[in-house]
């Protein structure tokens, strides 16, 4: 959208700068509940005009979009532990509007700005930008960014933060696995971090989203083939897995308030996705080329292919705790500040369904 003319490029450059510095000053979370919020209204303007201006702005782009409004506010509290006016670098919850810092909320303009330049960079690569979650992408770059530069003893100089903190493995273990095991040194889901819990929760929260990311390229693709048939055919089809993500955006706002709540967007993400793009393989023909109708018209093969996609979407799922869980070990656990774990899994997993997908298309 904002490569269209120079014109809409700066007017996405203004909207950055100012969208990085609310991420910062409302905290990194309760921007991103915003943009679960953003995403749902922008589905009702969607399914009712064909157009994804909501999304496209609002909910993925310079207003509310994780890469700018998200990663700023977890940028800006690593930046303000380094500066010695927050205690949790690491803390994406707390408002840091709060501490009367305007330096605070210029570095959130700043990786606002960057956000905002590197994902239409990572878009822009042939048949790789088309093929990952160049926002997921963008956000893991800019934590990890982030930390690079504040996240070294506090006051004693800039890129001078460590990725891994190898210092804080796990005394006396053998193998990265354990080495890396959740323990004193830190933990991000401790409830779901268990073998149990993290399988259920890919696979069930998977064919949750899975499920609602069919019946939204059914009914809504239908819907406006018929009422506005301008509109590309599959354009439904390829925006229904945000609509799992938006719902489990918003269920954020309950583990703001100490709620110890599943963390799973980079499921219903990534298991919505798989659905959309297994389902008109299982019925021989690729997303490229499947026209959705109305699920009031699926015969019982239809339904059958679609349970089938469902199972499908649950694997891919399961992948995406696995993976989130696994880059939490690697980075955030033991780490000083927030490097997104389920953001980690999404662009990986999306890619994969990508190319999963095409081998069988």
Not at 63 to 70: E, N, Q, S
Not at 292 to 308: G, I, K, R, V, Y
Request: with cysteine; glycine share 14%.
């Amino acid at each position: 959208m904002f490569t269209a003319s120079v014109g809409v490029f700066l007017f996405g450059l203004l909207a950055a700068i100012a969208g990085g510095a609310v991420g910062a000053a409302i905290g990194g979370n309760y921007a991103f509940v915003l943009t679960g919020f953003c995403v749902l209204a922008s589905w009702g303007v969607f399914a009712a005009t064909g157009s994804t201006f909501g999304l496209d702005y609002l909910a993925f782009g310079p207003f509310m979009g994780p890469h700018i409004a998200f990663a700023a506010g977890a940028a800006a509290a690593i930046y303000a532990r380094y500066k010695g006016a927050h205690t949790d670098g690491k803390d994406v919850n707390s408002p840091l509007a709060g501490l009367g810092r305007a330096d605070v909320l210029l570095v959130g303009s700043a990786f606002g700005v960057f956000g905002y330049l590197l994902q239409i960079g990572i878009s822009q690569i042939p048949w790789f930008g088309s093929h990952t979650d160049s926002v997921a992408l963008t956000v893991v770059t800019s934590g990890i960014l982030a930390r690079i530069m504040f996240g070294g003893t506090p006051g004693k100089g800039v890129f001078k933060g460590s990725l891994h903190n190898p210092e804080k493995f796990n005394e006396g273990a053998r193998g990265l696995f354990g080495k890396i095991q959740p323990g004193p040194n830190g933990h991000w889901l401790e409830w779901q971090e268990k073998t149990g819990p993290l399988l259920t929760i890919g696979s069930l929260f998977g064919i949750f989203g899975a499920g609602a990311s069919l019946f939204l390229a059914s009914n809504v693709g239908a819907a406006l083939a018929e009422s506005h048939p301008e509109v590309a055919f599959d354009l439904a089809a390829r925006q229904a897995n945000t609509f799992g993500f938006g719902i489990s955006a918003v269920i954020i706002l309950f583990l703001i308030t100490n709620r110890n709540m599943p963390v799973q967007h980079h499921v219903t993400n990534i298991a919505g996705l798989a659905a959309i793009n297994f389902f008109p393989i299982l019925m021989g023909e690729s997303l490229n080329t499947f026209h959705w109708e109305a699920t009031s018209t699926w015969d019982s093969h239809t339904w059958t292919m679609a349970a089938l996609a469902l199972v499908i979407a649950a694997l891919f799922g399961i992948l995406s705790a696995v993976l989130a869980e696994f880059f939490a070990r690697m980075w955030y656990n033991r780490g000083v500040s927030h490097i997104d774990p389920p953001a980690a899994a999404i662009w990986i997993c999306n890619t994969a369904v990508w190319v999963v997908a095409g081998l069988f298309a």
